[in-house]
């Protein structure tokens, strides 16, 4: 099945990039999902919004409209090796968090199957909400 085959390769492609997550974590002591469930949430907390920073960082190199080269229609193309470089800083804390979450490739892969399921049933259906 489609949908089967779709899932294994997010929950592999997931794996890999845990992976060297978690090897980067663990060296340079940052393994808090071992830590107790007040540490973990806490720093659960951090991570994210360590996250959201980086996305923001990623935005602002082409929403600055007070600066030269941030506003223009091809600044996107333009800084696209710089809101790559944001953007993976992003998804280092994003899997970082599901370290911390204690989810592996399998639960993400599930839970975007899931919730891309229920995404394309609200484009279809007006009763679901976004059309």
């Known amino acids: 099945m489609a949908g089967d085959d779709n899932s294994r390769k997010i929950s592999e492609g997931f794996e890999v990039l845990l992976k060297f ?7 340079h002591g940052f ?3 071992k830590e107790s469930p007040e540490k973990r949430r806490d720093m659960f907390i951090r991570t994210l919004f360590a996250a959201m920073g980086e996305l923001a960082e990623a935005g602002d190199e082409v929403n600055k409209w007070w600066k030269k080269g941030h506003r223009e229609p091809e600044a996107l193309d333009l800084k696209k090796d710089k ?3 944001e953007m993976v800083d992003s998804l ?3 899997l970082a968090a599901l370290l911390i979450l204690k989810a592996d490739g399998k639960d993400v892969a599930e839970a975007y199957m899931k919730k891309n399921k229920v995404n394309f049933d609200r484009q279809k259906k007006i009763e679901l909400g976004y059309v």
């Open 21 to 27: 997550q978690k090897k980067f974590q663990e060296e």
């Open 92 to 94: 280092h804390f994003f």
């Open 83 to 85: 809101i790559l470089e």
């Open 31 to 33: 393994g808090f999902w």
